[in-house]
């Protein structure tokens, strides 16, 4: 396996990227303050959104946290929040409002008592900031947008924001990236990176979240002259450093974990080429440098790389393809190469992140509905513990029933518990164990299609991305925050 270290492209990229490598910004972007005239503005109802009920009171030491990314505060879907519920009510959890959503395939990320939407209505990319616990729009912001996805998806952003140290980030479906301040939404800077540093084609859009750390805006660029990451500064917008690899953007997202006692850069890259290629660049985050590269991409032009890397501990990774390949652990040696512990051609996962819990990968891998399932991975060994695909009945109105199933749900942990949201709108409390999986309770919120977001927890609130009609009632998408504190 050595030899996969090897590769003329990994030792160009490897080169090209060694300390002290000069990048030219080809278009710094215009820097903007907030007017020391500004004020914050109030929240005020709005047209889009409608409010049902007040959620109950937090409940007395409740331990809560921000969700400021899309993947939560840690980047593996786990919240530290305490005192949710311990079951579903008759008739699932109360609502306490819903907006009205654009296009898009966004989830709201909240911080500092802000809630920021990103999407898309008509011609335009659109940010929102709102009161979490009412819905109520303290700003709003937007730019043009011409974008039309070649596969007949959505042609709204596909990166959901991102809130660090007061300010606002986001990648549009055309790679503009965005700076805004949280507080009164006024814009700091702007790029279009499409335009400034010729960014290849993609299958869906720009679709990979940005990373902000210490200091830094990381993006999975697939620029030009093979710039496969860049690093922007956050109040600036100014180029720090760049990536060279032949990579290109996949919509896997960036995270930074500890691996062998340093900070390190994961991007697991790769995009529109022909022939297909990609795989896990493993980069220093302060400087840019390249220590390796692993590949692993699906032999097939139509795929991407959409499951962002899992730190599982001891100097461990995960990655999967859904495609053909599976998925792989990756342990980082000590001269900061890659190194493969095992194999699983069976786990692949196309978009959502496993679970890492009691030494055991979870998640429902497959490419399409029909090959979905929910399988338990052991970390050190590599073996399938278990493999479920669990169904159910739905009953429609007049009494005509379904069967329904999870297909690529996603999972969330959160209080302790599991948490698992299926693509057509099925909640459920799930027990995962090495031993097996059961639901311990289930409710239908709605029967839409593409719910493909991971769901976000917030003091206590529950907030669901519907981003098709809901077929029940013809409900269009929509943003819906439901009540999920427990009793006192």
Same mark, same amino acid.
């Given at each position: 396996?050595?030899?996969?270290?090897?590769?003329? /492209?990994?030792?160009?990229?490897?080169?090209?990227?060694?300390?002290?490598? %000069?990048?030219? +910004? $080809?278009?710094?972007?215009?820097?903007?303050?907030?007017? /020391?005239?500004? #004020?914050?503005? %109030?929240?005020?109802? @709005?047209?889009?959104?409608?409010?049902? /009920?007040? $959620?109950?009171?937090?409940?007395?030491?409740?331990?809560? %946290?921000?969700w400021p990314r899309f993947l939560g505060p840690n980047d593996n879907a786990i919240s530290g929040e305490t005192r949710l519920l311990d079951g579903l009510p008759e008739g699932g959890p109360k609502k306490v409002w819903e907006l009205e959503k654009g296009t898009g395939y966004t989830s709201p990320v909240i911080a500092d008592g802000r809630l920021v939407l990103f999407d898309r209505l008509g011609d335009e990319e659109r940010v929102d900031c709102l009161d979490p616990e009412t819905g109520k729009r303290f700003w709003e912001f937007a730019y043009p947008v011409e974008y039309r996805d070649r596969y007949g998806f959505h042609n709204g952003p596909r990166a959901s924001a991102v809130i660090n140290a007061g300010k606002v980030y986001t990648l549009g479906v055309t790679s503009v990236l965005t700076c805004l301040d949280l507080k009164t939404g006024t814009k700091l800077w702007q790029r279009d990176l499409d335009a400034e540093f010729d960014i290849a084609p993609y299958f869906f859009g720009h679709g990979s979240c940005p990373l902000v750390y210490d200091g830094k805006v990381i993006v999975n660029l697939g620029g030009a002259d093979q710039l496969s990451v860049a690093a922007f500064d956050q109040n600036t917008g100014k180029m720090l450093w760049g990536t060279r690899h032949e990579w290109r953007s996949s919509y896997a997202s960036p995270v930074v974990k500890t691996l062998r006692g340093k900070p390190r850069l994961l991007v697991f890259a790769g995009g529109d080429t022909k022939p297909p290629i990609g795989g896990l660049l493993c980069i220093d985050p302060d400087t840019g440098e390249l220590f390796d590269a692993y590949p692993w991409r699906a032999d097939k032009y139509e795929s991407v790389n959409g499951s962002t890397p899992v730190a599982v501990g001891d100097d461990r990774v995960y990655i999967s393809d859904c495609y053909v390949k599976g998925g792989v652990l990756l342990?980082? #040696?000590?001269?900061?190469?890659?190194?493969?512990? @095992?194999? /699983?051609?069976?786990?692949?996962?196309?978009?959502?992140?496993?679970?890492?819990k009691d030494g055991c990968l979870y998640a429902f891998r497959g490419r399409n509905e029909p090959d979905a399932w929910?399988?338990?991975? +052991?970390?050190? #060994?590599?073996?399938?513990? @278990?493999?479920?695909?669990?169904?159910? %009945?739905?009953?429609m109105s007049g009494g005509r029933g379904y069967k329904l199933r999870f297909f690529r749900g996603s999972i969330l942990q959160a209080d302790g518990r599991s948490w698992a949201l299926s693509e057509l709108g099925t909640l459920a409390m799930l027990d995962l164990s090495p031993q097996g999986v059961e639901i311990k309770d289930r409710t239908q919120l709605f029967l839409a299609q593409s719910t493909w977001s991971l769901p976000v927890v917030y003091h206590g609130l529950l907030y669901i991305a519907q981003h098709e009609p809901n077929m029940l009632d013809n409900t269009p998408p929509r943003i819906i925050c439901y009540d999920f504190r427990a009793e006192k």
């Amino acid at each position: 396996m050595r030899a996969l270290f090897l590769t003329p /492209a990994c030792l160009f990229a490897v080169v090209l990227s060694a300390p002290g490598d %000069e990048y030219s +910004d $080809p278009k710094p972007p215009e820097v903007f303050e907030v007017p /020391a005239s500004a #004020t914050v503005p %109030e929240a005020k109802e @709005w047209d889009r959104v409608t409010y049902h /009920a007040p $959620p109950k009171p937090l409940p007395e030491g409740a331990v809560t %946290e921000d969700w400021p990314r899309f993947l939560g505060p840690n980047d593996n879907a786990i919240s530290g929040e305490t005192r949710l519920l311990d079951g579903l009510p008759e008739g699932g959890p109360k609502k306490v409002w819903e907006l009205e959503k654009g296009t898009g395939y966004t989830s709201p990320v909240i911080a500092d008592g802000r809630l920021v939407l990103f999407d898309r209505l008509g011609d335009e990319e659109r940010v929102d900031c709102l009161d979490p616990e009412t819905g109520k729009r303290f700003w709003e912001f937007a730019y043009p947008v011409e974008y039309r996805d070649r596969y007949g998806f959505h042609n709204g952003p596909r990166a959901s924001a991102v809130i660090n140290a007061g300010k606002v980030y986001t990648l549009g479906v055309t790679s503009v990236l965005t700076c805004l301040d949280l507080k009164t939404g006024t814009k700091l800077w702007q790029r279009d990176l499409d335009a400034e540093f010729d960014i290849a084609p993609y299958f869906f859009g720009h679709g990979s979240c940005p990373l902000v750390y210490d200091g830094k805006v990381i993006v999975n660029l697939g620029g030009a002259d093979q710039l496969s990451v860049a690093a922007f500064d956050q109040n600036t917008g100014k180029m720090l450093w760049g990536t060279r690899h032949e990579w290109r953007s996949s919509y896997a997202s960036p995270v930074v974990k500890t691996l062998r006692g340093k900070p390190r850069l994961l991007v697991f890259a790769g995009g529109d080429t022909k022939p297909p290629i990609g795989g896990l660049l493993c980069i220093d985050p302060d400087t840019g440098e390249l220590f390796d590269a692993y590949p692993w991409r699906a032999d097939k032009y139509e795929s991407v790389n959409g499951s962002t890397p899992v730190a599982v501990g001891d100097d461990r990774v995960y990655i999967s393809d859904c495609y053909v390949k599976g998925g792989v652990l990756l342990e980082l #040696t000590e001269d900061l190469k890659w190194k493969e512990v @095992w194999k /699983a051609p069976d786990f692949g996962i196309h978009w959502n992140t496993p679970l890492v819990k009691d030494g055991c990968l979870y998640a429902f891998r497959g490419r399409n509905e029909p090959d979905a399932w929910l399988a338990c991975y +052991d970390v050190k #060994t590599g073996q399938e513990m @278990w493999r479920e695909d669990p169904e159910w %009945e739905f009953e429609m109105s007049g009494g005509r029933g379904y069967k329904l199933r999870f297909f690529r749900g996603s999972i969330l942990q959160a209080d302790g518990r599991s948490w698992a949201l299926s693509e057509l709108g099925t909640l459920a409390m799930l027990d995962l164990s090495p031993q097996g999986v059961e639901i311990k309770d289930r409710t239908q919120l709605f029967l839409a299609q593409s719910t493909w977001s991971l769901p976000v927890v917030y003091h206590g609130l529950l907030y669901i991305a519907q981003h098709e009609p809901n077929m029940l009632d013809n409900t269009p998408p929509r943003i819906i925050c439901y009540d999920f504190r427990a009793e006192k």
